[in-house]
């Protein structure tokens, strides 16, 4: 993360999980490409770059985490980068040449700003767990801030930011997004693998009745794992 991001990423009040599926093993190339040739000037337009991943022993897929204000001030970033920019007019054909798709976005906002925006870190593994929740969004968040959160709290598991969608219009649908009004998202840090794999053997462990009212509240329960690029 450069210096421009991390002064603005406690500022944080939308974010896209953007997860683009490239050509066969151009996982390296593009992440090289998108790193030299845009992260710089979209920080600068206000556009904050605030990780960039990869998917263990997966070739084709680069993820990363952009920040922005808020939708006001996102509108004018799309529109001064991918309408206006020399920056795209020059590379960007380069990089949708090595993508097949790019239209994986998720929206969202913080659930709670004065505590849950902040995703400065220096870790290298992140886990996103996408948690849908047909009809019982209000009852997980509850259940997560009562005990969910204490547990993983317990397990010394304090790097957590928790997100819902943002169900703004997105007023930029030459880049279609996600906004599932049934949706909680959780973005947790790791130190490594290791640390990772140690703590999700405990999570597993949890109590019997937090484990039987997630699988009763939660409808479906999606996990994205990565590692760091940067």
């Known amino acids: 993360m450069n210096n421009l991001a991390r002064q603005n990423s406690e500022n944080i009040n939308v974010l896209e999980i953007r997860n683009y599926l490239l050509k066969p093993d151009l996982t390296n190339k593009f992440s090289d490409y998108f790193h030299t040739k845009f992260v710089a ?41 991918y309408c206006n920019s020399t920056t795209w007019k020059e590379y960007g054909k380069g990089a949708n040449e090595m993508m097949i798709n790019s239209d994986n976005v998720y929206l969202l906002r913080p659930l709670k700003k004065e505590v849950n925006s902040i995703l400065l870190t220096d870790k290298i593994f992140t886990v996103v767990d996408f948690y849908i929740c047909n009809g019982t969004l209000e009852k997980v968040i509850n259940l997560f801030d009562t005990t969910y959160i204490p547990f993983l709290k317990n397990l010394k598991i304090e790097d ?25 998202v959780s973005i947790v840090h790791y130190q490594d693998e290791n640390e990772f794999y140690t703590k999700q053997k405990e999570i597993e462990n949890m109590p019997t ?6 699988q009763e509240l939660v409808t479906i329960q999606n996990k994205l794992v990565l590692l760091s690029l940067r």
């Open 160 to 184: 957590i930011t928790l997100w819902v969608s943002e169900l703004t219009e997105n007023d930029f649908p030459r880049l279609p997004v996600f906004q599932d009004k049934n949706l909680l």
């Open 209 to 214: 009745d937090l484990k039987k009212s997630m």
């Open 41 to 81: 000037p979209m920080n600068e337009l206000g556009g904050y770059t605030l990780g960039e991943f990869k998917i263990n022993s997966v070739n084709d897929r680069f993820v990363w985490f952009r920040g922005f204000a808020d939708m006001k001030t996102r509108l004018k970033f799309l529109n001064d980068f």
